[in-house]
Antibody, heavy 120, light 106 residues
Framework: QVQLQESGPGLLKPSETLSLTCTVS????????WSWIRQPPGKGLEYIGY???????NYKPSLMSRVTISIDTSKSQFSLKLNSVTAADTAVYYC??????????????WGQGALVTVSS | DIQMTQSPSSLSASVGDSVTITCRAS??????LNWYQQKPGEAPKLLIY???SLQSGVPSTFSGSGSGTDFTLTISSLQPEDFATYYC?????????FGPGTKVDI
């Protein structure tokens, strides 16, 4: 069974860059779509974007100017970078596995989540 | 972006009850509609995909139906472990937006 694990700093100052990595346990990274989702404390889920094997990406339009998702298949990892963070970016960040070609957004495996707090 | 709404936003129920949650999309989803369960402090868990397919390992007390823009999640006999928040999500067109959630409590 595939396992996903987020890692990265948990505390940032405003204007810094959020950087998280998700490690995929079973070597399947080349065959699926991989997504990032976030959840502000006490609120609902917000879809950030996805990446596929050779670097095909799609981002939520309102975040597009600040977000980059990348992939390193040799390390079975994919990453999220979010520039110029503010307090509004404080959230639990989840990585998740999407489907294959016909259902990229079906998220069947999730990481445990990483809390990122933005505070001066 | 496709907008997703859910109703009700919360409901109170008892063990053994049948509950139904409704999800509506701002445009047709060609049945690319998923349901997730989230318990406090945990990641969401996929329950139903493509509107009515039960994810492996999920009890058959969960079922999904609907098409086009209107979908429902039904829990036929509520168990103590089913008290949680439920989210619908469209996977028809990126970004794959979520509904605001429905909290099911006692």
């Amino acid at each position: 069974q595939v396992q996903l694990q987020e890692s990265g700093p948990g505390l940032l100052k405003p204007s810094e860059t959020l950087s998280l990595t998700c490690t995929v346990s079973d070597g399947s990274i080349s065959h699926y779509y991989w997504s990032w989702i976030r959840q502000p404390p006490g609120k609902g889920l917000e879809y950030i974007g996805y990446i596929y094997n050779r670097g095909t990406t799609n981002y939520k339009p309102s975040l597009m100017s600040r977000v980059t998702i990348s992939i390193d298949t040799s390390k079975s990892q994919f990453s999220l970078k979010l520039n110029s963070v503010t307090a509004a970016d404080t959230a639990v960040y989840y990585c998740a596995r999407g489907g294959q070609d016909d259902d990229r957004g079906r998220l069947d495996y999730w990481g445990q989540g990483a809390l990122v707090t933005v505070s001066s | 972006d496709i907008q997703m709404t859910q109703s009700p936003s919360s409901l109170s129920a008892s063990v053994g009850d049948s509950v139904t949650i409704t999800c509506r999309a701002s445009q047709s989803l060609n049945n690319y509609l998923n349901w997730y369960q989230q318990k406090p402090g945990e990641a969401p868990k996929l329950l139903i995909y493509t509107a009515s397919s039960l994810q492996s390992g999920v009890p058959s007390t969960f079922s999904g139906s609907g098409s086009g823009t209107d979908f429902t999640l039904t829990i036929s006999s509520l168990q103590p472990e089913d008290f949680a928040t439920y989210y619908c999500q469209q996977s028809y067109s990126p970004p794959f937006t979520f509904g605001p959630g429905t909290k099911v409590d006692i």
